[in-house]
């Protein structure tokens, strides 16, 4: 059974770095395919995709937010971490990771529930 | 960028059926994928790869694809149904991207 939390800080403060970990269980990300993504809603709107490693390391990143954002990856400790630079009001959001499948498509399959991050001062 | 448009909202009454589309700005399209996201919940997959139904997802939910557009069909609506709908895709450059959502309410 594959599940995924998200952890990190619910407060941060303008122009303060966002520091959030997904730690996952029941797959591996050195399987061939499997990836894990950032998506974030902001409340009342829309998903918004923010990030995905792959198991062989390749990373891609919203155009949008690319400047902002580094994501990582500690296959041993089952964790990826994301971190966005310069926080912003409008960055307050419920931040999701997710498991993206080893078969070749661009979709996610079993999401975390979540974290709620507050930006301000 | 590669742009996905949903309508805002889409209304059915109990049994009908609900239509909901995707539309995506740009050749060549990618699969689609739908979520479906209640209050204060995680989506949920229910279409993978633009028709195909994820184990445990009931079967009145369907997929198709014409075009540029893809569809999301739920036929004889329930109000369990009742809930946010995300399409998804990703560009040749394998930048992902979510629509806009359409909010589902049964009548």
């Known amino acids: 059974q594959i599940t995924l939390k998200e952890s990190g800080p619910t407060l941060v403060k303008p122009t303060q770095t966002l520091t959030l970990t997904c730690t996952f269980s029941?797959?591996?990300?050195?399987?061939?395919?499997?990836?894990v993504g950032w998506i974030r809603q902001p409340p009342g709107k829309a998903l918004e995709w923010l990030a995905l490693?792959?198991?062989?390391?390749?990373?891609r990143y919203s155009p949008s937010l690319k400047s902002r954002l580094t994501i990582t990856k500690d296959t041993s400790k089952n964790q990826v971490v994301l971190t966005m630079t310069n926080m912003d009001p409008v960055d307050t959001a419920t931040y999701y990771c997710?498991?993206?499948?080893?078969?070749?498509?661009?979709?996610?399959?079993?999401w975390g529930k979540g974290t709620t991050v507050t930006v301000s001062s | 960028s590669y742009e996905l448009t949903q309508p805002p909202s889409v209304s059915v009454s109990p049994g009908q059926t609900a239509r909901i589309t995707c539309s995506a700005d740009?050749?060549?399209?990618?699969?689609a994928y739908w979520y479906q996201q209640k209050p204060g919940q995680a989506p949920v997959l229910v279409i993978y790869?633009?028709?195909e139904r994820p184990s445990g997802i009931p079967e009145r939910f369907s997929g198709s694809s014409s075009g540029t557009t893809v569809t999301l069909t739920i036929s004889g609506v329930q109000a369990e149904d009742e809930a946010d709908y995300y399409c998804?895709?990703?560009?040749?450059?394998?930048?992902?991207?979510f629509g806009g959502g359409t909010k589902l309410t049964v009548l």
């Open positions: 997710a498991h993206k499948p080893r078969a070749p498509f661009y979709y996610m399959d079993v």
């Open positions: 998804q895709s990703a560009d040749s450059s394998g930048t992902w991207v």
């Open positions: 790869k633009d028709s």
């Open positions: 740009a050749l060549p399209k990618q699969y």
């Open positions: 490693i792959y198991w062989n390391d390749d990373k």
């Open positions: 029941g797959f591996s990300l050195s399987t061939s395919g499997v990836g």
